[in-house]
């Protein structure tokens, strides 16, 4: 009988092959592809933030249990129901303009994907008018901002008020994050959140989508 | 209600009520309580880290007979840096002979093991004039700086590259082949430096690549010790949290990834290091009481547990001190002497 509680250790563990495993098995076992997906591979995943937030587990080991979600989501999807569709929601994510640095928005794009959201990453140094554009293609409900650098950080004001120009800033959530950025900034610049890490931009994103 | 002077961790300047201070200063205490998971600071703790920041005195110190050892990394470096152009042997004399300062530590430029191992020779007979010249106990030191290591700086496959790639067990693998030639040339240039009279080995910044270069420190502070057993190493934190760039490694049995510095100390006594150098780092967007109750409930913790001795890292942003190139007296003196009289320490 399959064990959905073993999955989610050997997804924390970050375990692929054991992941993949036991996903298949259960699905041979005829339990239901919901279920494993979401007692087993998004419990698991939500301990991974919690335990990144906390401090107990870091990047390479975000990645392997990330990397251990895809390879298991690959396996459900044909199974799952069109009600039962793992997209949580869709976010448009990106550095802000002049900004090169993407591990952070990486890091994040992973956690949120493993989270059930679809995500348009639009890569580094990205232009407001971008953003705005990806926004009304994808309809999407999210958009992620990213910056490292102080000087970049002006740019997310900028990709707020283009939205806001454009037409679709009620659409959409604007969080933001990146070393230089906090809370007073994001309340400042008019963003809907900030989270300080991946496993918070994971949770905060599945908040604002309930 | 009466306003007074205070800064904020990027040594800015603002007025602040008593009230506003004492809830940075628990605010501060917690947080570092909950990250570390060890005690805030008690109420008398707080009410005197809140009379010395609404003294009205420009300097604060400790009462006579609680002074501590004030010793200096990379100083000979530093002294040079502000634009007083000595050379080496003449930086450590004005620290010693004009500055007071208790301990000091020759240095390169480069400041890390890997570019001082083929000029070591060299450095060798500027560091026996330098002892004839002093008087003060002498340490050879530079940082073990594992990222030299990495390409394009070194042989081996950049971690940072192969991550974002989805190699996660490759760049770990490149961590840890990149950790034993680090080992070799910390041996390498310690064992020299030692053999030409030094009093100790500073390997200062421990930890700044992470958890690997954290484990490359112990190992090779065990492995001078094995060689050299009455030789003095002094290990010095990058930062105040090990981070988990590996994120499996362990020393001893224990991981490294995420300890803070009253789990670091363990290990350091564990391989046989001297003195310990622990570190909290500062928060330029929190006020200077913030990161001070901060800087001492982690160097508080440290230093009750230790059994070897510990000099907390006091200087710009680290152990309450605020960002600046030249960090001004008040928070310097407010920290120090907050910290010597608060924590169970033998020297800053």
Redesign the interface.
Known sequence: MADLNTITQALIAGDKDQVTGLVQKAVDENVAANKILNEGLIKGMDIVGDRMQE???????V??SA?AMSAAVAILKPLLGEDESVVTGKVVIGTAKGDMH??GK?LVSMMLESAGFEIIDLGVDVAPEQFVQAVKDHQAQIVGLSALLTTTMPMMQTTIDALKQSGVREQVKVLIGGAPV?Q?FADKIGADGYAPDAGSASKLAKQIMS | MDQFFHRMGDGSAVQMTAKQIMADLVEGSEDAADRGKIPPLAKEEYDYLLDIFCSPHKFISVEPGREVILTYDAATLKIRRVGVHVDRIQALQIYEKIMGADTMELAHVDYSYKPVKPIATFEQPILEQALLATHIPLFYGAQPNLGLYSQPDGPFPNPSELMPMGKIKEAQESYEAALEDLVKDIVFVGSLMYESGADGINLDTAGAAGDADFLATLIATEKLKAKYPDICIEIGMAGEFVLGMHSQLTYKGERLAGMYAHQQVKMAEAAGATIFGPVSNTNTSKSAAWNLARAITFMKACGEIANIPIHPNMGMGVGGVTVNDQPPVDVVSRSSAAMTTLCRLDGL
């Open positions: 401090g107990d587990m870091f990047i390479p080991e990645l392997m990397r993407d591990i990486n906090n007073e």
